[in-house]
Structure formats: structure tokens, C-alpha cells
């Protein structure tokens, strides 16, 4: 038998929207752990470091358990280490695409915020924030 030529269209150029499917729940994800590091370090600011009763406590002997832990994070604040860490992760982020470095300076840069270490930790949490643009 001998078969008849199709008659073929030249393919129409397709115009599908990229899905906005796993973006939108990635986004939720973020927003969530951005809210829940913002709250905890809120209550840890305002409950624990800056309450003068929280000081008179501290050093009082004996000390409270959670003296240690108080102390540590007024000796990350004075040396400056949350706006470090945010700037090193965030250009490890940034510019070598170090995935692991993303959520260190989203947390360390908006806790480093919260706890009055604004000035490095906002350009950290800056930088991860266009590495979330640029993925």
C-alpha cells in the first residue's frame, strides 16, 4: 500500500508559565523559619538580655544555670561575631554558591539584628537574600 503524505503544520511555538508549584511552598518554608528566628531572638533580647533583674542574677553566686548561656551571647554581641558569620556565609553564598552557607546567614544575619549587631549581620542577610533571587 502505498501511504498518502501527511499534511504537516509548521509546530506552533508553546507559551506555558513555568509551574509556580514548589516555589510556593519553598517561600512558606522560608517565611516561616525567618518568623520563628525573629521570635526567638526577640524573647531571648528582651526576657533574658535586657532585663536588669536579668544582671543583678547573673551576679549574685551562686549564678543560675542560664548565667553561661546569657554571657555567651553578650560576648557574641560585644565581639561582633553574629555580623561575621552572616557577611562570611552570605558572601559564601553569594558569589561561590555554597548552599549549606544560605540558611547560616539568613539565622546569624536576622539574629545578629535582633541582638544589636546591625551593621555586618544586615549586609549577610542582604547578600542571602539575592542568592535567593539568583536560585
Request: hydrophobic share 55%; aromatic share 12%.
Amino acid at each position: 500500500m502505498i501511504e498518502k503524505p501527511r499534511k504537516t503544520s509548521a509546530p506552533r511555538p508553546t507559551t506555558t508559565r513555568p509551574s509556580a508549584g514548589p516555589a510556593v511552598p519553598r517561600m512558606w518554608r522560608w517565611l516561616a523559619a525567618t518568623i520563628l528566628v525573629l521570635g526567638l531572638a526577640a524573647v531571648f533580647r528582651y526576657l533574658v538580655v535586657e532585663p536588669r533583674s536579668m544582671g543583678f542574677a547573673c551576679s549574685e553566686t551562686p549564678t543560675p544555670w542560664w548565667c553561661g548561656p546569657r554571657e555567651w551571647v553578650i560576648m557574641l554581641h560585644l565581639n561582633n561575631v553574629w555580623g561575621a558569620v552572616a557577611l562570611a556565609s552570605g558572601i559564601l553564598a553569594l558569589f561561590f554558591r555554597q548552599n549549606w552557607a544560605l540558611p547560616v546567614a539568613l539565622v546569624t544575619g536576622l539574629a545578629g539584628m535582633v541582638l544589636y549587631d546591625t551593621g555586618l549581620s544586615a549586609i549577610g542577610f542582604l547578600f542571602a537574600l539575592l542568592r535567593m533571587l539568583r536560585s
